[in-house]
């Protein structure tokens, strides 16, 4: 669960969530039922009930070229049966882009109802078969899955019959038992979740930037003197100055109500609406003129008769309301600066995983922030004599929070491109207009130019030269981005410039990262034999988040890397590969349910793997081994912690060498 980015990179922090493994998940619950139509003809109702923040891909894939999961339907016993009228129909949504293919898909969350009308051929038939195979997939990872339907026309009971697969697809079932040994000294290992209160702690962090602009700073000295002062005792003040504060606080969270009932109405709504390329384009548009209001070349605000209004209401009723009306003067005077780090805050929510409760999190944090200065000092109101004077810093905050906006206008754009392939914004090209925005600020900042409010300056401060120092360390950090080497991944930004694929460069290697791979179970043991190095078994998926953050910020660390690469013979099993086996290789699976899976693609065939050995279906899943199937550390499933992955696979390494 992973978690996906957001307001990490608006404030350059990071926002992420996980979920639990280790389990055989189901996700997805199918029901069916039949409306007569008439004697001979018949709709049949196929109905997925998914579980809450799992969903599940259309038929048709919206790009004939794409890569992304389809959900098919295999109506059997047809043959002079029954006959199909027409497509089998499906819930009508709007396309969203899928940044795992970088594609345009329609799918489903909390239900999905598929129609098919039948008419018989045969009058006596009282008994329709149908297959269904889809993927269904929630925000970090993807499991395959399938549903055999036994659908009686007549409401006549249907008996079970014993299920038996043949002695050929009995044999080729065993074989997928690797029975493996060493149970008994490593047990399986699991990431609990963590919470999304992380948000919160982002957005606390733009709350503390916007106290350093020139709209709200100066107003706390002058708000806390005013409460202490223009009360008729010190407890009084102190009193107001609290509800002050926890007005604020109060205002910025009821901001995010109406979002919640967008998302209540349509819980994919926010991300329907996010992944828009015209909403993308919009919030490009919005982010340069942010950018260019913090440089000065206009002011953002509000129209002053709000705040007069609210100002005169203040004073008119005074006491606790009178106080709430001055919280809301505050928050609509300081528009013109708050204004485009909740645009940030805004932006980054919708195209977040969590949506409206992750914005929530955010605007409380923002709020909870801008509160507490007004609090703090009216309770200890000597702290007020440590405060800097307002100055030209404080348009220096503005103008640095104004290239931040422009590099942040950059990502609502490369999503509108990777939307619709138009190649504007390649990795490298994204990149290297970050080290441009990048030198802009180093140049603003040692004094080489200057915007329209800024003075003159006289000397370079402190705060500018390390702020400058800091930049040119980011922008040397990127410069590693434009090139087609193991360290042009800069992994920590994994996930906000586009992804590594979509590149300038031709990649040299499918496996992640160019290390050496395979992709076949029987050549990789064959490869650990013969160069005598351990197993590094990677069961994962093309649509797997968590899968692809894993290869981008674990495995590339150098030490994980060169131990990857020097040590292990890494077989990656992508449990979602559509390519068909050999005929002689397809088989009927018996599963444990006593169902029957046709094994007729790799992907099937590497699930059927998974969950025969390991009891799990979740992805990304690690196993060390040996090539005699005996494993050498416990099993993984994901581990962001670097170091920690690291001394999972020198602790397997160590084992194997014994």
Same mark, same amino acid.
């Given at each position: 669960?992973?978690?996906?980015?957001?307001?990490?990179?608006?404030?350059?922090?990071? *926002?992420?969530?996980?979920?639990?493994?280790?389990?055989?998940?189901?996700?997805?619950?199918?029901?069916?039922?039949?409306?007569?139509?008439?004697?001979?003809?018949?709709?049949?109702?196929?109905?997925?009930?998914?579980?809450?923040?799992?969903?599940?891909?259309?038929?048709?894939?919206?790009?004939?070229?794409?890569?992304?999961?389809?959900?098919?339907?295999?109506?059997?016993?047809?043959?002079?049966?029954?006959?199909?009228?027409?497509?089998?129909?499906?819930?009508?949504?709007?396309?969203?882009?899928?940044?795992?293919?970088?594609?345009?898909?329609?799918?489903?969350?909390?239900?999905?109802?598929?129609?098919?009308?039948?008419?018989?051929?045969?009058?006596?038939?009282?008994?329709?078969?149908?297959?269904?195979?889809?993927?269904?997939?929630?925000?970090?990872?993807?499991?395959?899955?399938?549903?055999?339907?036994?659908?009686?026309?007549?409401?006549?009971?249907?008996?079970?019959?014993?299920?038996?697969?043949?002695?050929?697809?009995?044999?080729?079932?065993?074989?997928?038992?690797?029975?493996?040994?060493?149970?008994?000294?490593?047990?399986?290992?699991?990431?609990?979740?963590?919470?999304?209160?992380?948000?919160?702690?982002?957005?606390?962090?733009?709350?503390?930037?916007?106290?350093?602009?020139? *709209?709200?700073?100066?107003?706390?000295?002058?708000?806390?003197?005013?409460?202490?002062?223009?009360?008729?005792?010190?407890?009084?003040?102190?009193?107001?100055?609290?509800?002050?504060?926890?007005?604020?606080?109060?205002?910025?969270?009821?901001?995010?109500?109406?979002?919640?009932?967008?998302?209540?109405?349509?819980?994919?709504?926010?991300?329907?609406?996010?992944?828009?390329?015209?909403?993308?384009?919009?919030?490009?548009?919005?982010?340069?003129?942010?950018?260019?209001?913090?440089?000065?070349?206009?002011?953002?605000?509000?129209?002053?008769?709000?705040?007069?209004?609210?100002?005169?209401?203040?004073?008119?009723?005074?006491?606790?309301?009178?106080?709430?009306?001055?919280?809301?003067?505050?928050?609509?005077?300081?528009?013109?600066?708050?204004?485009?780090?909740?645009?940030?805050?805004?932006?980054?929510?919708?195209?977040?995983?969590?949506?409206?409760?992750?914005?929530?999190?955010?605007?409380?944090?923002?709020?909870?922030?801008?509160?507490?200065?007004?609090?703090?000092?009216?309770?200890?109101?000597?702290?007020?004599?440590?405060?800097?004077?307002?100055?030209?810093?404080?348009?220096?905050?503005?103008?640095?929070?104004?290239?931040?906006?422009?590099?942040?206008?950059?990502?609502?754009?490369?999503?509108?491109?990777?939307?619709?392939?138009?190649?504007?914004?390649?990795?490298?090209?994204?990149?290297?207009?970050?080290?441009?925005?990048?030198?802009?600020?180093?140049?603003?900042?040692?004094?080489?130019?200057?915007?329209?409010?800024?003075?003159?300056?006289?000397?370079?401060?402190?705060?500018?030269?390390?702020?400058?120092?800091?930049?040119?360390?980011?922008?040397?950090?990127?410069?590693?981005?434009?090139?087609?080497?193991?360290?042009?991944?800069?992994?920590?930004?994994?996930?906000?410039?586009?992804?590594?694929?979509?590149?300038?460069?031709?990649?040299?290697?499918?496996?992640?990262?160019?290390?050496? *791979?395979?992709?076949?179970?029987?050549?990789?043991?064959?490869?650990?034999?013969?160069?005598?190095?351990?197993?590094?078994?990677?069961?994962?998926?093309?649509? *797997?988040?968590?899968?692809?953050?894993?290869?981008?910020?674990?495995?590339?660390?150098?030490?994980?890397?060169?131990?990857?690469?020097?040590?292990?013979?890494?077989?990656?099993?992508?449990?979602?590969?559509?390519?068909?086996?050999?005929?002689?290789?397809?088989?009927?699976?018996?599963?444990?349910?006593?169902?029957?899976?046709?094994?007729?693609?790799?992907?099937?065939?590497?699930?059927?793997?998974?969950?025969?050995?390991?009891?799990?279906?979740?992805?990304?899943?690690?196993?060390?081994?040996?090539?005699?199937?005996?494993?050498?550390?416990?099993?993984?499933?994901?581990?962001?912690?670097?170091?920690?992955?690291?001394?999972?696979?020198?602790?397997?390494?160590?084992?194997?060498?014994?």
């Amino acid at each position: 669960m992973i978690i996906k980015k957001g307001f990490l990179f608006c404030l350059l922090a990071i *926002c992420f969530s996980f979920n639990i493994y280790g389990q055989i998940l189901e996700p997805v619950k199918w029901e069916s039922k039949v409306e007569k139509i008439s004697d001979t003809s018949f709709n049949l109702i196929l109905k997925a009930n998914i579980d809450k923040g799992w969903y599940i891909y259309s038929q048709n894939r919206q790009d004939p070229d794409g890569f992304a999961p389809e959900t098919f339907f295999e109506f059997r016993n047809q043959d002079n049966n029954y006959k199909l009228e027409g497509k089998t129909s499906e819930p009508n949504v709007a396309p969203v882009f899928d940044e795992i293919f970088g594609e345009n898909v329609k799918k489903f969350k909390d239900q999905a109802i598929f129609k098919q009308k039948i008419t018989l051929l045969k009058a006596d038939l009282n008994q329709v078969e149908v297959f269904v195979e889809y993927q269904t997939c929630d925000n970090s990872k993807c499991i395959p899955g399938d549903f055999t339907f036994n659908i009686s026309l007549d409401g006549s009971i249907i008996e079970k019959k014993a299920v038996e697969i043949d002695e050929r697809s009995q044999q080729l079932s065993e074989a997928l038992n690797l029975n493996i040994t060493g149970w008994d000294k490593h047990e399986k290992q699991s990431v609990e979740e963590q919470s999304n209160i992380s948000i919160f702690f982002l957005g606390f962090l733009g709350g503390l930037i916007a106290l350093l602009t020139p *709209c709200v700073f100066p107003m706390i000295p002058l708000t806390v003197s005013f409460f202490t002062k223009s009360a008729k005792d010190s407890k009084k003040g102190l009193v107001n100055s609290i509800l002050y504060g926890f007005f604020i606080f109060l205002i910025y969270v009821l901001l995010s109500i109406p979002f919640h009932l967008l998302d209540s109405v349509d819980p994919g709504i926010l991300n329907n609406i996010s992944t828009n390329v015209t909403l993308n384009i919009i919030f490009f548009i919005i982010f340069i003129v942010f950018a260019f209001s913090f440089f000065g070349y206009f002011e953002l605000t509000l129209p002053q008769s709000w705040s007069a209004a609210m100002d005169d209401r203040a004073n008119k009723i005074g006491g606790v309301i009178g106080i709430f009306f001055m919280a809301l003067t505050l928050a609509i005077v300081s528009f013109s600066c708050t204004g485009p780090i909740l645009g940030t805050l805004l932006g980054s929510s919708l195209t977040a995983d969590g949506g409206a409760m992750q914005l929530s999190m955010g605007m409380s944090g923002f709020g909870l922030a801008l509160a507490l200065p007004f609090s703090l000092f009216a309770m200890f109101p000597k702290w007020l004599n440590s405060l800097p004077k307002s100055g030209g810093w404080l348009n220096t905050v503005k103008v640095v929070l104004g290239f931040i906006e422009l590099a942040l206008a950059l990502k609502f754009l490369s999503n509108a491109d990777l939307v619709e392939q138009w190649g504007l914004l390649k990795r490298e090209v994204f990149i290297g207009l970050w080290i441009l925005i990048g030198i802009g600020l180093i140049l603003y900042l040692f004094g080489k130019i200057k915007f329209p409010h800024d003075g003159p300056l006289q000397k370079l401060g402190k705060g500018r030269i390390t702020t400058g120092i800091l930049v040119i360390a980011f922008v040397i950090y990127l410069i590693p981005g434009l090139t087609n080497t193991k360290w042009a991944n800069l992994k920590l930004l994994s996930g906000f410039p586009p992804p590594m694929f979509y590149s300038l460069y031709e990649k040299a290697s499918e496996c992640p990262l160019d290390l050496n *791979c395979t992709k076949d179970l029987d050549e990789g043991i064959a490869l650990s034999k013969a160069e005598n190095k351990p197993i590094l078994l990677d069961f994962t998926g093309w649509a *797997c988040v968590n899968c692809r953050q894993m290869e981008e910020q674990v495995w590339s660390k150098s030490e994980v890397y060169d131990m990857l690469k020097d040590n292990y013979v890494i077989i990656s099993l992508y449990v979602d590969d559509r390519r068909e086996l050999s005929k002689e290789k397809q088989f009927d699976y018996l599963r444990s349910n006593g169902t029957v899976k046709t094994i007729e693609t790799k992907g099937d065939k590497w699930t059927a793997l998974q969950t025969t050995n390991f009891e799990d279906n979740s992805q990304p899943y690690y196993v060390l081994l040996n090539a005699d199937m005996e494993l050498l550390n416990a099993t993984n499933a994901y581990e962001p912690n670097a170091e920690a992955y690291f001394d999972w696979l020198k602790t397997g390494l160590d084992n194997f060498n014994k």
